[in-house]
């Protein structure tokens, strides 16, 4: 992969000429490898995953035939090639934007009073090699990504997680640690530079600060950010992987700017050739 890459490298060398005098890497390969490392549960009945492992899976099935609630690891580990972003702002199209894995909720009627995820640490491993210039691979960088789950009853009364008409009440996932700025220093033998690995939601457009009742129910304090989902239907995330030089912002609430990002980008990573 390299090879393919160092020609379209140069363009983007030549182009940070005019930045700081302090030499940086431009172009990188990459891989993200995702997998749950931790969980806990409540209640009791429904054989839970085996640790760690791309699938977390609980609950006693409702109907006869039917499957447990999970959430599915997609794309591990992803591979790809990306450029070093100098923007402050997380960059919404290639080169700069690459893929990450992907995070599916599986929402399934499961009974009352048996197995429910309560928490759990999705571990992305990211594994970078320096294109421009070309240097040994760096040791891999760990990236916990840590959630809160709440699986809410379906039974009358106050629904804290808002549900559509004629549903049950929608279960509550909470990501709270992770996405952007996990930081590492990196010398190509002419200078010490500080990078920062960004993974972030850009497809979905699930991900959100949630309502007060939603946190308050997920065990955790206003503004908190994740997404509801409507029983017996799924939602994923598809995260995206940028490298930059500096820390990247974005406006309050914070991760809503990151709803529909990359899109553009995507499309192309996807339509072109291995």
Not at 136 to 159: H, K, V, W, Y
Request: some cysteine; aromatic content about 8%; glycine content about 10%.
């Amino acid at each position: 992969m390299k090879t393919l890459f160092k020609l379209a490298g140069i363009a983007t060398s030549l182009a940070l000429a005019s930045a700081p005098a302090s030499a940086i890497v431009t172009n990188w390969d990459y891989s993200v490898a995702s997998l749950f490392t931790a969980a806990s549960y409540t209640g009791s009945g429904g054989a839970t995953s085996t640790l760690p492992t791309l699938s977390l899976s609980w609950g006693i099935p409702s109907n006869p035939g039917g499957q447990q609630s999970s959430l599915v690891v997609g794309g591990s580990p992803a591979t790809g090639n990306i450029d070093t972003y100098l923007g402050s702002t997380p960059p919404q199209t290639a080169p700069y934007l690459g893929f990450s894995t992907s995070l599916t909720h599986n929402n399934n009627v499961i009974q009352s009073g048996s197995t429910s995820l309560v928490s759990a640490i999705l571990t992305n491993t990211v594994t970078l090699d320096p294109v421009i210039p070309d240097n040994p691979a760096l040791p891999d960088q760990i990236i916990p990504f840590t959630i809160a789950f709440t699986e809410t009853p379906n039974t009358s009364g106050t629904c804290a997680a808002t549900s559509p008409p004629g549903n049950p009440c929608n279960d509550i996932f909470v990501l709270t640690s992770g996405l952007l700025n996990q930081s590492f220093d990196y010398d190509d033998g002419t200078g010490l530079s500080t990078y920062y690995v960004n993974i972030f939601p850009v497809t979905g457009g699930v991900l959100s600060v949630l309502s007060n009742s939603a946190c308050a129910a997920a065990g955790q304090a206003s503004g908190c950010i994740g997404f509801t989902t409507i029983e017996g239907q799924s939602t994923t995330l598809q995260f995206g992987f940028t490298i930059s030089t500096t820390p990247l912002q974005v406006p309050e609430p914070g991760i809503l700017a990151l709803l529909g990002l990359g899109l553009a980008g995507l499309s192309f990573l996807r339509r072109r050739p291995a």
